[in-house]
């Protein structure tokens, strides 16, 4: 089944600090694995993506890091700030076959001054 | 970026009227686009893919005659919601996958979602 798991389901974090957020996924065919950014009454954006090839993205205050063995890829914000509070979803598909994205759960992360 | 424009945002319409959502690719052509359905504090679900000049594909349990999609052009694919009621009140979220060659591209791009509303 096509599935990934994200946790955790809401994440407190203080201004300046590092949010951390964590995926797992089953269908080792996957191949391309987004995070997305949503505000609320939005609709989500594009924050990063990294594909297999490598174990670690990073733009900017934001990095993902990949463990293909594990099954896990996770991301990471540096010096957190309050415009940072959103739900973040990650995201995963089959860039090959251009299949349909199969999204976690989703993260509330608050990002207190 | 690449610009997905949904249009209305948000629509309030009384129950037994149906009600369309349109999903725009303002600046590159989308042979495939997909519509979400978002409940407060959950995730994205697919609900279809909509592809341009064929028949959409469902996913299981989403009703296809109550969920009308079409996609005519390859700018431009439509969700109208037929006889809508209360338990239809979400928010629908469409994207557009752009695709680059020579290596393929998976990135979507999402339109800001239409708040829709049953009373």
């Known amino acids: 089944q096509q599935q990934v798991k994200q946790s955790p389901q809401s994440l407190i974090v203080q201004k300046g600090g590092i949010s951390i957020i964590n995926c797992a996924y089953e269908n080792t065919a996957f191949d391309y694995f987004p995070w997305y950014q949503q505000f609320p009454g939005k609709g989500p954006a594009l924050l990063i993506a990294i594909r297999p090839d490598v174990s670690e993205k990073k733009e900017g205050r934001f990095t993902i890091s990949f463990n293909k063995s594990a099954k896990q890829f996770s991301l990471h914000i540096m010096d957190s700030q309050p415009g940072d509070s959103a739900t973040y979803f990650c995201a995963a598909s089959k860039e090959t076959s251009g299949s349909r994205l199969t999204f976690g759960e989703g993260t509330q992360l608050t990002v207190n001054p | 970026g690449a610009v997905v424009s949904q249009h209305p945002s948000w629509v309030i319409c009384k129950s037994g009227t149906s009600v369309k959502i349109e999903c725009r690719s303002l600046d590159f052509q989308a042979t495939t686009m997909f519509w979400y359905r978002q409940f407060p504090k959950q995730s994205l679900m697919l609900m279809a893919t909509?592809?341009?000049?064929?028949?959409?594909?469902?996913e299981q349990g989403v009703e296809k005659d109550k969920f009308l999609i079409n996609h005519a052009s390859l700018t431009l694919s439509t969700l109208t919601v037929t006889s809508a009621h209360p338990e239809d009140s979400s928010f629908y979220i469409c994207?557009?996958?752009?695709?680059?060659?020579?290596?393929?591209?998976?990135?979507?791009?999402f339109g800001q979602g239409t708040r829709l509303t049953v009373v």
């Open positions: 994207s557009a996958r752009k695709f680059r060659r020579p290596r393929l591209n998976t990135e979507a791009f």
């Open positions: 909509s592809n341009e000049g064929s028949k959409a594909t469902y």
